[in-house]
């Protein structure tokens, strides 16, 4: 099989080229808006009003903690959407945290490697998700989860977050699958495979515990998405054929997340947790070929944007003379996905609004 079939060349698109600006203007994220909405009701996500965000977790939700000198979404062509650069998202613009945001009514948190410079943007939140990584340590030397969750313990020891701004908080929480790449890499056996789900099930059930505990009374966490969907799984079939195996796998972690949240729900009494289901919402996209709505189209949902010329390149890959080795397609906006396993902001925004249905049901719904 070549690497670009192989669940690894995700992070083999991390080790990737420099860039060395420092470019805060990708933190503009998604501005608040429509702050009223679905508040006013007791016993559901808007029984406060949130006033910060945190998130946990990958590239799915990272908006700009990757090093700037290893990343690929620190180099062109990831940002041209949005903001119009490279701005640390692995997108050609926004990603679900930005949506999110957009959602909760809050500006999109400020990355953590840039809590000292941008002080100001300390209110909204912060995002303590790397790309590449996961509950464990998986193939890139950035934060797992639990460093993460060790890194807002501490910014709380130090009174940049005290309790009243913890209780009127949301944290996302992401997993796309890292950990099951790694385990793969790391030469894990296939009858092996279930009890490894379990065990980042367990920990992941840790972690939520732990946000939980800190004082965060809202904790929204993706299940994870059809694996075998991803360009990466179905470039051999050029971009039609689900790798059904993969998505079995994907079945069972998600079905043990469910039990998971079933349990931290009925521990904690006040229904704190919530999954957001990547794995519905991308194969509603993937069968409506849009959002469904007619907003949305997507021709063939399952083909990316942006695409290495062969097997040892990926999106945002040139050689030694700065020569592109990636194909680019003309509108973003015209593909779910952007590279190899990530949406375009696009795609998000289908993402969003197959999600959006059960934001409004769990959260607006009177008593
Ligand atoms: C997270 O990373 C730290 C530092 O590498 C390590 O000590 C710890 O065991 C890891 N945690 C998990 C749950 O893998
Ligand atoms: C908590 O911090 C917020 C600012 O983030 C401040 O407005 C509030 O007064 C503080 N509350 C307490 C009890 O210290
Ligand atoms: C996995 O197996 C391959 C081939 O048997 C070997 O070359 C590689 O070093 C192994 N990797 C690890 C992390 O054990
Ligand atoms: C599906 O994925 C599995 C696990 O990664 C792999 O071993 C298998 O070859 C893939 N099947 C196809 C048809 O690509
Ligand atoms: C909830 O927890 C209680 C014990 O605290 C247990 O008796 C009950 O069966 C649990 N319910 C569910 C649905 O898990």
Same mark, same amino acid.
Not at 49 to 62: E, M, N, Q
Not at 116 to 142: I, R, S
Not at 200 to 218: A, C, D, E, F, P
């Given at each position: 099989?070549?690497?670009?079939?192989?669940?690894?060349?995700?992070?083999?698109?991390?080790?990737?080229?420099?860039?060395?600006?420092?470019?805060?203007?990708?933190?503009?994220?998604?501005?608040?808006?429509?702050?009223?909405?679905?508040?006013?009701?007791?016993?559901?996500?808007?029984?406060?009003?949130?006033?910060?965000?945190?998130?946990?977790?990958?590239?799915?939700?990272?908006?700009?903690?990757?090093?700037?000198?290893?990343?690929?979404? #620190?180099?062109?062509?990831?940002?041209?959407?949005?903001?119009?650069?490279?701005?640390?998202?692995?997108?050609?613009?926004?990603?679900?945290?930005?949506?999110?945001?957009?959602?909760?009514?809050?500006?999109?948190?400020?990355?953590?490697?840039?809590?000292?410079?941008?002080?100001?943007?300390?209110?909204?939140?912060?995002?303590?998700?790397?790309?590449?990584?996961?509950?464990?340590?998986?193939?890139?030397?950035?934060?797992?989860?639990?460093?993460?969750?060790?890194?807002?313990?501490?910014?709380?020891?130090?009174?940049?977050?005290?309790?009243?701004?913890?209780?009127?908080?949301?944290?996302?929480?992401?997993?796309?699958?890292?950990?099951?790449?790694?385990?793969?890499?790391?030469?894990?056996?296939?009858?092996?495979?279930?009890?490894?789900?379990?065990?980042?099930?367990?920990?992941?059930?840790?972690?939520?515990?732990?946000?939980?505990?800190?004082?965060?009374?809202?904790?929204?966490?993706?299940?994870?998405?059809?694996?075998?969907?991803?360009?990466?799984?179905?470039?051999?079939?050029?971009?039609?054929?689900?790798?059904?195996?993969?998505?079995?796998?994907?079945?069972?972690?998600?079905?043990?997340?469910?039990?998971?949240?079933?349990?931290?729900?009925?521990?904690?009494?006040?229904?704190?947790?919530?999954?957001?289901?990547?794995?519905?919402?991308?194969?509603?996209?993937?069968?409506?070929?849009?959002?469904?709505?007619?907003?949305?189209?997507?021709?063939?949902?399952?083909?990316?944007?942006?695409?290495?010329?062969?097997?040892?390149?990926?999106?945002?890959?040139?050689?030694?003379?700065?020569?592109?080795?990636?194909?680019?397609?003309?509108?973003?906006?015209?593909?779910?996905?952007?590279?190899?396993?990530?949406?375009?902001?696009?795609? #998000?925004?289908?993402?969003?609004?197959?999600?959006?249905?059960?934001?409004?049901?769990?959260?607006?719904?009177?008593?």
């Amino acid at each position: 099989m070549d690497k670009n079939n192989h669940p690894y060349t995700f992070f083999l698109t991390l080790l990737c080229c420099s860039l060395l600006l420092l470019i805060l203007s990708g933190q503009q994220g998604v501005e608040a808006s429509g702050h009223h909405h679905h508040r006013h009701h007791h016993h559901h996500l808007y029984s406060f009003r949130p006033t910060k965000l945190f998130v946990f977790g990958d590239s799915y939700s990272d908006t700009g903690n990757n090093r700037k000198s290893e990343a690929s979404s #620190w180099k062109y062509p990831y940002g041209i959407t949005f903001p119009g650069k490279p701005s640390g998202r692995f997108s050609d613009g926004r990603v679900l945290t930005d949506f999110l945001a957009k959602f909760v009514g809050v500006r999109s948190p400020l990355p953590y490697q840039w809590r000292n410079v941008a002080k100001k943007y300390l209110k909204y939140g912060m995002n303590f998700a790397h790309g590449g990584t996961g509950v464990f340590n998986t193939l890139v030397t950035d934060p797992n989860m639990t460093v993460q969750i060790d890194l807002f313990q501490q910014l709380i020891k130090q009174c940049v977050y005290n309790l009243t701004d913890l209780h009127t908080s949301v944290a996302l929480v992401t997993v796309a699958g890292n950990d099951y790449s790694a385990y793969i890499v790391k030469n894990g056996t296939a009858q092996g495979f279930p009890s490894f789900i379990t065990s980042v099930v367990n920990q992941l059930y840790l972690n939520l515990k732990r946000i939980h505990s800190l004082g965060v009374n809202k904790i929204a966490v993706t299940a994870l998405e059809p694996l075998g969907c991803l360009p990466r799984s179905t470039a051999i079939t050029s971009f039609q054929q689900c790798n059904g195996t993969e998505n079995t796998l994907v079945n069972l972690h998600n079905a043990l997340l469910q039990q998971a949240v079933a349990k931290l729900n009925n521990e904690t009494k006040d229904s704190a947790f919530l999954i957001l289901d990547l794995y519905a919402s991308f194969m509603t996209v993937f069968k409506n070929k849009g959002d469904g709505l007619g907003n949305i189209k997507f021709e063939n949902p399952m083909k990316p944007c942006c695409i290495g010329i062969s097997s040892e390149y990926s999106c945002g890959s040139v050689d030694k003379s700065g020569a592109k080795k990636y194909t680019i397609c003309d509108d973003p906006q015209s593909t779910f996905f952007w590279d190899a396993a990530h949406p375009t902001q696009q795609g #998000w925004t289908a993402v969003y609004s197959a999600l959006q249905a059960t934001l409004d049901q769990i959260f607006s719904k009177t008593d």
